[in-house]
């Protein structure tokens, strides 16, 4: 190939990047999708995690699982020089 053409393609490429970049930026400001300024929750994330790890390591994951739909207990603070 020449070298002309390998420019052009990538000076193609990287327009076409920043106009997917411009496209994600309004359609999440139409709030269909979270593309960079928006975070998505972690805890989704986690869940899904869990889940996978519960189908593929049934006896570890149960514990976690359990704790997690417990309600929280009342903990003194470690810091509070109470002893």
Known sequence: MKPL???LI???ALVLLYLIDRVGLWAER???IYWRKRKSSTNAL???TLGLQQIFESGKAKHVIEA???P???QPDPGSGSA
């Open 46 to 48: 986690g869940a899904v």
């Open 30 to 32: 139409r709030g269909w």
């Open 10 to 12: 990538i000076a193609a």
């Open 5 to 7: 053409r390998i420019i």
């Open 72 to 74: 929280k207990k009342d």
């Open 68 to 70: 997690q739909n417990e």
